[in-house]
């Protein structure tokens, strides 16, 4: 069924876990999990945004409850895992190695769906590279594949800064001209100051440049979200470290793996069109490498899952999938 045809779907009403817990996976981290939905329905996994966002009880509401078996839970250093901010063995295949504990430790299900946005979209798709025998379907929104040029359009001048040049020069004022020439790494400095003065200062500065445009028309409180001191640590050390390390993804990879693992498994791309943080080329991109993949670009939504074309048609994939 064509998504847009039908009356718009919203979140499905608020449920609670029915089991949390705290798994321990090694390197010293401990990861917060929580279980939801059917125990004995389709087996689901939700990968936050990020790196180092954190899940929120709205992403259980994806998803129906009386058809899934919904695995949340919250990524290496960040949300309610600990240790908090560590930047200690915290690498893409650290956290698809996680993912795969979860399934067999905390789910222990065979196979699952995977459903992932912005940073998450990412994850996902390095974990069914990684275990493509392991998922049954994939369900991606904000297409970030850490190629090169995704990350120099949020961080170099020329890209994100062309639509929101008032806000990259907020960003930017915090580092000298003499080094703007690597944003990535001046703020990697900074953030790794062991003045936590310094830290907390470039965390709130990173952390609000994202805020301000993941989404052509911000809610109130998205901006006072991304700077809260708790959130705004962990989200800018861990997401910086990251963009330092290139996502610990040779170029192009994410899209040759698509290629070559993803052929016969089902998926959606939800896209907004007006995707500033994530830019609709890389779902587009996406989709040439994995013709079986329906990509839905919505005309009227940006990055967040929330606005309401997202919205609706991340619901309407879920309901397809459990064969509503």
Request: charged share 25%; net charge negative.
């Amino acid at each position: 069924m064509d998504i847009h045809t039908a009356q718009r779907r919203t979140l499905y009403p608020e449920i609670q876990p029915y089991q949390t817990g705290m798994l321990d996976v090694g390197d010293g981290h401990r990861l917060y999990w929580e279980l939801s939905g059917n125990p004995n329905g389709k087996p689901v996994v939700f990968l936050h945004g990020g790196p180092g966002g954190g899940s929120s009880p709205e992403h259980r509401r994806q998803f129906n409850p009386d058809k899934y078996k919904i695995l949340v839970f919250d990524q290496r250093g960040c949300g309610r895992s600990t240790p908090y901010a560590s930047l200690e063995n915290n690498t893409t295949w650290d956290l698809v190695e996680d993912i795969e504990k979860l399934r067999t430790q905390v789910a222990k299900v065979d196979k699952w769906m995977v459903f992932g946005g912005s940073w998450g979209s990412t994850l996902a798709l390095a974990y069914a590279e990684k275990y493509p025998e392991h998922v049954t379907e994939l369900v991606l929104r904000g297409i970030f594949l850490f190629d090169q040029y995704e990350i120099d359009w949020m961080y170099k001048e020329g890209g994100a800064s062309q639509v929101y040049p008032d806000k990259w020069d907020e960003f930017v004022a915090l580092i000298p001209e003499e080094e703007r020439g690597d944003i990535v790494e001046a703020y990697r400095k900074r953030l790794t100051s062991e003045d936590k003065h310094v830290q907390l200062q470039a965390a709130k500065a990173w952390s609000k440049w994202e805020g301000e445009i993941v989404t052509i028309l911000p809610s109130p409180g998205t901006i006072d979200h991304f700077t809260s001191p708790e959130i705004a640590i962990a989200v800018s050390r861990i997401e910086n470290h990251y963009m330092a390390n290139h996502g610990w993804l040779e170029e192009g990879q994410l899209l040759k793996g698509a290629a070559e693992k993803l052929r016969g498994i089902p998926g959606v791309i939800v896209q907004g069109r007006h995707d500033t943080c994530t830019p609709p080329v890389a779902a587009w991109q996406l989709k040439q490498a994995w013709p079986e993949v329906d990509l839905n670009i919505i005309p009227d939504a940006g990055h967040l899952f929330s606005q309401p074309g997202n919205l609706d048609a991340l619901v309407r994939a879920t309901d397809r999938f459990a064969g509503l």
